[in-house]
T-cell receptor, first 112, second 113 residues
Framework: QKEVEQNSGPLSVPEGAIASLNCTYS??????FFWYRQYSGKSPELIMS????GDKEDGRFTAQLNKASQYVSLLIRDSQPSDSATYLC????????????FGAGTRLFVKA | KAGVTQTPRYLIKTRGQQVTLSCSPI?????VSWYQQTPGQGLQFLFE???????NKGNFPGRFSGRQFSNSRSEMNVSTLELGDSALYLC????????????FGSGTRLTVV
């Protein structure tokens, strides 16, 4: 079992729709959870972080965490073509210490 | 505020050679992590340095090594290069506590021929 799992996609949504990206992790002791966005040919960029159960909203982005289910998600409301990228889920803490483990990423396409 | 600086941006090396990559983190950040990114394997953790000490290490062979200097700049070295080492090597800077995410550099694209 991979430490951090994501559907590779691609996930295709129409412009203006809600994109839902999901991630599961295996280490129950994990403490910090992140979402990064990576455009083709660019480096990953941190867009959201979440540390406690529940929802965290930042503009059009909402991160959701459920530690009991070991599940993290990212919702993108009013999706725009500029949101088309690969989204990486990352988990830090637990038995990995300060090491951050990344999922393989989900490719998102937003159709105009 | 300057970002994370990685040099060089591109490298072409021959099998068997060695290579050194450099990373200057954001001013004030004490943690530098290195990742290898390939299309098939995604982002794979190499190692993390905090205040000149290696705090975590990934599952890479001993040919991969690194160090951090007192000014937090870090270098990674790969000896006896293999074709499979061709990848994008990313440096990630953070303050060093568990609650902070990373700021990545632009990466070094290494091609081994």
């Amino acid at each position: 079992q991979k430490e951090v799992e994501q559907n590779s996609g691609p996930l295709s949504v129409p412009e203006g729709a809600i994109a839902s990206l999901n991630c599961t992790y295996s280490d129950r002791g994990s403490q910090s959870f992140f979402w990064y966005r990576q455009y083709s040919g660019k480096s990953p960029e941190l867009i959201m972080s979440i540390y406690s159960n529940g929802d965290k909203e930042d503009g059009r982005f909402t991160a959701q965490l459920n530690k009991a289910s070991q599940y993290v998600s990212l919702l993108i409301r009013d999706s725009q073509p500029s949101d088309s990228a690969t989204y990486l889920c990352a988990v830090k803490g637990g038995t990995g210490g300060f090491k951050t483990i990344f999922g393989a990423g989900t490719r998102l396409f937003v159709k105009a | 505020k300057a970002g994370v600086t990685q040099t060089p941006r591109y490298l072409i090396k021959t099998r068997g050679q060695q290579v050194t990559l450099s990373c200057s983190p954001i001013s004030g950040h004490r943690s530098v992590s290195w990742y290898q990114q390939t299309p098939g394997q995604g982002l794979q953790f190499l190692f993390e340095y905090f205040s000149e000490t290696q705090r975590n290490k990934g599952n890479f062979p001993g040919r991969f090594s690194g160090r951090q200097f007192s000014n937090s700049r870090s270098e990674m070295n790969v000896s006896t290069l293999e074709l499979g080492d061709s990848a994008l090597y990313l440096c990630a800077s953070s303050p060093g506590t568990a609650s902070y995410g990373y700021t990545f550099g632009s990466g070094t694209r290494l091609t081994v021929v």
